[in-house]
């Protein structure tokens, strides 16, 4: 009926403005973080194993004026770890804030990326279960290397795709995003391979 077409199409219309996502990714990280820095006291046994036994001695090496270099971590991650370590004055909680600030940024490109290839009211039903996802949550407050790698992927991806036709600005910004993600796990390296595939068969359109 004319009266649910416009319903949907308001609907659609607030999906659509350019603070709707926003404020959805602030207040996930407002909510995360203040239930995460209240109730995640100690570490788990699972992820943030390697958090406690790698990657905080890399980050006082650094903070000790070493740069550590592991044959199978990236140093990028421990890096951001020690100055956020350094700021709040307990590395724990630096990488809780870090994994709760990732996933946020990660809900924000989720939205974004998905509205450029299906449609806003897809991106946002997809974006809520994303976030309301009991596994996604887990990783949200848990300190590691997850949430901070899968956003610097996925601002490689949104920047790759920001656009209709592809230009030398994002190529640039998705190049080092996936850099980044390259120093912060090794197996960054499939973004590279990935580029270097779609540049191939779409060269012309540069």
Same mark, same amino acid.
């Given at each position: 009926t004319p009266e649910k077409k416009r319903t949907s199409w308001n609907f659609e219309k607030y999906i659509c403005h350019n603070h709707t996502v926003l404020i959805i990714s602030a207040v996930y990280f407002v909510l995360?973080?203040?239930?995460?820095?209240?109730?995640?006291?100690v570490g788990d046994y699972g992820i943030e194993t390697d958090f406690f036994w790698g990657y905080v001695p890399s980050a006082k090496k650094i903070l000790a004026g070493?740069?550590?270099?592991?044959?199978?971590?990236?140093?990028?991650?421990p890096m951001v770890l020690a100055i956020f370590g350094f700021i709040l $004055?307990? @590395?724990?909680?630096? $990488?809780? @804030?870090?994994?709760v600030f990732s996933a946020s940024v990660l809900v924000y490109v989720t939205f974004e990326l998905l509205k450029k290839i299906f449609s806003p009211l897809i991106s946002f039903f997809v974006t809520v279960l994303l976030a309301l996802n009991p596994v996604f949550i887990q990783f949200s407050y848990s300190s590691?290397?997850?949430m901070f790698f899968n956003a610097l992927a996925a601002l490689t991806l949104f920047f790759f795709f920001k656009d209709k036709e592809l230009n030398f600005k994002n190529l640039i910004l998705a190049a080092v995003f996936g850099g980044l993600s390259y120093l912060t796990r090794y197996n960054g390296i499939f973004l590279a391979s990935f580029i270097i595939?779609?540049?191939?068969?779409?060269?012309w359109n540069i």
């Open positions: 995360v973080g203040v239930i995460s820095f209240i109730f995640h006291k070493e740069i550590p270099m592991d044959a199978f971590r990236g140093p990028l991650y $004055g307990d @590395f724990f909680r630096a $990488g809780i @804030f870090i994994a590691g290397t997850d595939v779609i540049l191939f068969v779409n060269s």
